[in-house]
T-cell receptor, first 114, second 114 residues
Framework: KQEVTQIPAALSVPEGENLVLNCSFT??????LQWFRQDPGKGLTSLLL?????REQTSGRLNASLDKSSGRSTLYIAASQPGDSATYLC?????????????FGQGTILTVHP | ETGVTQSPTHLIKTRGQQVTLRCSSQ?????VSWYQQALGQGPQFIFQ???????GRGNFPPRFSGLQFPNYSSELNVNALELDDSALYLC?????????????FGPGTRLTVT
């Protein structure tokens, strides 16, 4: 059974701080891993997608890494801003099927205070 | 290019009733996946439709059913509603059915069952 775990469940930091969100997955045959942002009551916005053949992806102040051997991914946010406050979800796509089923973690609720 | 849209935005139903949720896929996409997100949890995969056929299903009972139309829009139907069906329902579209195709999410439909 595929399981995705995110730590911590919640995080509160002052503006300007660099931070790391963690994601663990159990399926070593991962196809790709994706990080999403979700604002309260809203849909999902894709931040970064890392293919299994890649080690990391970067977009602006965001950097995501993938370590298949340890079953871990991290999302690094540099110079955090109050506008970064949201829930961050990671999702693995394990492949092995004819369809793209994403298995999500429970998310990390991030609060960046001025 | 129009993104993924869902209707209605919010819905309140009574236990035992039936509900239909709708999703319009992004232009050029032929695959729609549906997810259920309970409060405080990550989304869970319900099923995927590819070219009007169900292409994969998660651990949901048969009272959750779907349709995909020739224009690739989709409906999620839930019969005999239960209180635990209260959740945010998300649809995602992609340009193909396999794990290598990135899924783009809509804003969701918030269903409340009383």
């Amino acid at each position: 059974k595929q399981e995705v775990t995110q730590i911590p469940a919640a995080l509160s930091v002052p503006e300007g701080e660099n931070l790391v969100l963690n994601c663990s997955f159990t399926d070593s045959a991962i196809y790709n891993l994706q990080w999403f942002r979700q604002d309260p009551g809203k849909g999902l916005t894709s931040l970064l997608l890392i293919q299994s053949s890649q080690r990391e992806q970067t977009s602006g102040r965001l950097n995501a890494s993938l370590d298949k051997s340890s079953g871990r991914s991290t999302l690094y946010i540099a110079a955090s801003q109050p506008g970064d406050s949201a829930t961050y979800l990671c999702a693995e796509n394990a492949g092995g099927t004819s369809y793209g089923k994403l298995t999500f973690g429970q998310g990390t609720i991030l609060t960046v205070h001025p | 290019e129009t993104g993924v849209t869902q209707s209605p935005t919010h819905l309140i139903k009574t236990r035992g009733q039936q509900v239909t949720l709708r999703c319009s896929s992004q232009s050029g996409h032929n695959t729609v996946s549906w997810y259920q997100q309970a409060l405080g949890q990550g989304p869970q995969f319900i099923f995927q439709y590819y070219r009007e056929e169900e292409n994969g299903r998660g651990n949901f009972p048969p009272r959750f059913s779907g349709l995909q139309f020739p224009n690739y829009s989709s409906e999620l139907n839930v019969n005999a509603l239960e209180l635990d069906d209260s959740a945010l329902y998300l649809c995602a579209s992609s340009s193909g059915r396999g794990p290598g195709y990135e899924q783009y999410f809509g804003p969701g439909t918030r269903l409340t069952v009383t």
